[in-house]
């Protein structure tokens, strides 16, 4: 049997024995993003009649589904059918493919697809599929597609942080108080403020002119000698006086001479 295909075709090759409907359903979903072109789903539809559901599927518009023949019956029956359906489609100009199995005798169609002219071939597989199996194709989807999903380094995934959620539930979760930035005319204002206080805080020099006014209400400041003070300092003793009576009787005395 000839499959009528070319370069605007994309193959699914389905291992009917090994996968179930539904990763062929989804499958199916994922070809879509090659539309337009034309797509062959090939397996051995016969082998399953009680699936009413392929009824159903057949009859999927944009799909073509093609029945294969065993050449022979017993274990590896469907790898051999599919592995001839695979040349068939090679050498009529397919380079797309979606591989359906987890089996990995299917890396000897991978490598037939890719014997002359390389294709470009997508598995679709259960997460028990082998290291083998996956380095044979171009990508490999993993089903179901829970399975496939990757967690981004340092971020956690969905059951630990539902772990989290449980082990804190009840605890009220203190946030920290966002600090204030201040602003660069509040921070200046202040240093002006702190600059001020010091400056009050600092005992300040009297000018002369402020000396001058203190002295003209009649006090004036004298200047005595070391030795002079002392004799001063031991008559005021000996006589029983202030300093400022004693300066005054003297300085009375001299002036009344």
């Known amino acids: 049997m000839t499959l009528d295909s070319s370069n605007e075709t994309v193959a699914i090759l389905y291992d009917i024995e090994n996968a179930p409907f539904e990763m062929l359903n989804y499958t199916l979903g994922k070809a879509r993003r090659y539309q337009p072109c034309r797509t062959i789903v090939v397996s051995d539809w016969d082998s399953t009649p009680e699936q009413k559901r392929w009824e159903k599927l057949l009859r999927r518009p944009g799909f073509t589904f093609r029945q294969i023949s065993r050449t022979f019956f017993g274990k590896n029956s469907l790898d051999s059918a599919l592995y001839d359906s695979a040349q068939i489609l090679y050498q009529e100009g397919v380079r797309r493919y979606f591989i359906i199995t987890t089996d990995s005798d299917f890396v000897r169609i991978a490598e037939l697809l890719n014997s002359q002219e390389k294709s470009y071939i997508i ?11 996956r380095n044979a194709y171009d990508e490999f989807i993993v089903y179901p597609p829970e399975e496939n999903i990757k967690v981004k380094k340092g971020t956690k995934s969905i059951m630990e942080q539902a772990k989290e959620n449980v082990a804190t539930k009840g605890k009220t979760v203190k946030k920290p108080k966002p600090v204030k930035k201040e ?12 600059k001020a206080k010091a400056a009050a805080a600092k005992p300040q020099k009297k000018s002369i002119s402020e000396k001058k006014e203190e002295t003209s209400t009649g006090e004036f400041i004298v200047r005595l000698p070391k030795t002079l003070r002392s004799s001063l300092v031991t008559r005021m003793e000996e006589e029983g006086v202030s300093m400022n009576e004693l300066i005054t009787y003297l300085l009375m005395r001299g002036l009344s001479k």
């Open 123 to 133: 598995g679709v597989g259960t997460k028990q599929a082998s290291e083998t199996l």
């Open 183 to 194: 602003s660069a005319a509040i921070a200046e204002k202040k240093a002006e403020n702190k």
